[in-house]
C-alpha cells in the first residue's frame, strides 16, 4: 500500500511581523545603494582627468614616503559599482544579503574618490590621517563597548557623555595634583564605576525609569563639570595643568612600511581599545561570562531559573561599563586637550551609542563604526592643514549627521537585546 501523496495546493506559510519589516528594510536599503551607485557613476564622468597621488610613510613620519597614483574618475566608478552591485543583491535576495559587509567593501572606495576630488591633484600623506582616525576614534569605541555591556546585560546607559565629562574633569585633577599621568585614568575608571553604581542602585531597587535616571547624569555631570572648571580650575590652573600622554613606538612592530606608523606609533590609549575590542569579543561570544549576559538581556525569567544571578550580572555590567567610560573621558584632557575644558566631549557619547547601534551590539562593529566618526575629524584636520576650500563647519557636522541617519534606522533596522531598559524583578 503506497503513502499517499501530498495535497498540491498547500497554503503558503505566512511570514512573521518581524521577516517582513526586515524585507521591507532590505528593499529600502537596496533603493539608497543603487541611487548611491547612480550618483557615484555620474560624478565619475567628470573626475576621469583629475590624478590623485596618495603618500605613506614607510618607517616614520617625515621619512621616505610610498606614493599611490591613480585616477579620480577610476575610484568612484569602483565605488559605484560594488555599491550598485549591493543595492541590486538587496532588491533581489532581501534581508539574507549583508548590507554592512556591501557597505564596508564600499566605503574605502568612496572615501578615497571624495578625498582625491577635493584635493584637486594636491597630494595627501594618509599616513595621518590613518593614525589621526585611530587616535580620535578611541573615546568613541571605548564608550560604544560600555554602552553594549550594559545593554548586552538587559540596561540602558545613555550616560556615556556624562561620564566622558566626569572622566575628563577628575583625570586632569587627579593628574595634575600627583604630578603623574597614569593616576588620571585610574581615578576616571573609579569615579565611572561610582556612577554606574548608583544607576543601577536607582533603576533596580528605587525603580527610576533608566532613561530618566541617564538623562540626569548627563545634565548633573556637565552642571558640576561647568562649576568645577568655572569657580576652580579658572582661579587655580595648577589643578589644570596635568602631564599628557604621549605616543610610544612599540619595537620592531613600529618599524614595519606603512602600517608601522599607523597602528605601532599611537599612545597608549589606541592600543587599550585595540586588546579591549579583542578580548570583549571573546568574553563575549566564547565565555560562560558571556552567555549568561547575553542570557540576562534577552531572556532574564528563563536564566534566572537555571540559578543566574541576573542582578548581580547587571550591577556589575554596568560599573564595568563605567570604568570603561571613564577612562575613555580622561584621553580629552590628558592627551586630546592636555586640560579639561567646559563641555568637551561635545556629544561624543551620544555618538559611542550611535556606533554602538551601527556596529549591531557586537565589539568588531562597533570599533568599526568609531572608526567612521573619527575619520571625519581626521579628514577636518588634512583638509584645513592642505587649504581645501570646503567650510569647516561641513566636516565638523558629518559625525553628527551620521549619528541622526543611524538612530533614525535610514541604513535599516537593528535589533537590540530584547529587555533592554526593562526592569526584572528577581524572586
Not at 559611542?352 to 573619527?374: K, S, T, Y
Request: net charge positive; charged share 10%.
Amino acid at each position: 500500500m503506497t503513502a499517499s501523496a501530498a495535497p498540491a495546493n498547500v497554503a503558503p506559510v505566512a511570514l512573521s511581523e518581524g521577516h517582513r519589516r526586515a524585507q521591507r528594510a532590505a528593499r529600502i536599503r537596496g533603493v539608497i545603494f543603487a541611487a548611491l551607485g547612480v550618483m557615484g557613476l555620474s560624478f565619475a564622468s567628470g573626475t576621469m582627468s583629475h590624478d590623485v597621488t596618495f603618500r605613506f610613510w614607510l618607517q616614520q613620519q617625515g621619512g621616505d614616503a610610498w606614493e599611490f597614483h591613480a585616477m579620480a574618475g577610476v575610484i568612484w566608478i569602483i565605488a559605484a559599482l560594488i555599491t550598485g552591485i549591493g543595492g541590486i543583491l538587496q532588491l533581489w535576495r532581501g534581508a539574507s544579503v549583508s548590507w554592512r559587509r556591501w557597505m564596508a567593501l564600499a566605503m574605502p572606495f568612496w572615501i578615497a574618490a571624495i578625498i582625491g576630488t577635493l584635493l584637486a591633484g594636491k597630494p595627501a600623506v594618509l599616513t595621518n590621517l590613518f593614525a589621526g582616525s585611530l587616535e580620535y576614534a578611541f573615546p568613541i569605541a571605548m564608550g560604544a563597548f560600555a554602552a553594549m555591556i550594559c545593554e548586552r546585560s538587559g540596561m540602558l546607559n545613555i550616560a556615556i557623555e556624562g561620564k566622558f565629562l566626569l572622566g575628563a574633569c577628575v583625570a586632569s585633577i587627579a593628574a595634575s595634583v600627583t604630578g603623574l599621568v597614569i593616576v588620571g585614568p585610574i581615578v576616571a575608571a573609579l569615579v565611572g564605576v561610582g556612577v554606574g553604581w548608583l544607576m543601577t542602585w536607582l533603576a533596580i531597587r528605587h525603580r527610576v525609569d533608566q532613561i530618566i535616571v541617564g538623562t540626569v547624569v548627563n545634565f548633573g555631570a556637565l552642571g558640576v563639570t561647568n562649576f568645577m572648571y568655572l569657580r576652580v580650575l579658572q582661579l587655580n590652573t595648577n589643578l589644570n595643568t596635568p602631564p599628557t600622554v604621549e605616543a610610544i613606538k612599540i619595537p620592531l612592530l613600529s618599524d614595519i612600511p606603512v602600517l608601522g606608523p599607523i597602528l605601532f606609533s599611537g599612545t597608549p590609549y589606541l592600543y587599550l581599545a585595540l586588546v579591549t575590542m579583542v578580548v570583549l569579543t571573546y568574553m563575549l561570544f566564547r565565555t560562560r561570562w558571556g552567555l549568561r549576559l547575553r542570557a540576562s538581556g534577552e531572556y532574564p525569567q528563563a536564566a534566572g531559573t537555571v540559578g543566574v544571578d541576573v542582578i548581580k550580572i547587571r550591577y556589575r555590567a554596568m560599573m564595568l561599563a563605567g570604568a570603561l567610560a571613564g577612562f575613555a573621558g580622561s584621553y580629552l584632557s590628558l592627551h586630546s586637550a592636555g586640560s579639561f575644558q567646559i563641555n568637551m566631549s561635545a556629544g561624543k557619547g551620544f555618538i559611542a551609542i550611535a556606533a554602538m547601534i551601527f556596529g549591531g551590539w557586537n565589539p568588531i562593529g562597533a570599533f568599526g563604526a568609531a572608526l567612521v566618526f573619527g575619520f571625519s575629524d581626521a579628514t577636518q584636520t588634512l583638509l584645513s592643514s592642505l587649504g581645501v576650500d570646503v567650510p569647516p563647519q561641513i566636516l565638523t557636522s558629518v559625525p553628527y549627521l551620521v549619528t541622526i541617519v543611524v538612530v533614525a534606522g535610514l541604513v535599516g533596522r537593528v535589533r537590540g537585546p530584547a529587555m533592554a531598559g526593562q526592569p526584572y524583578e528577581q524572586s
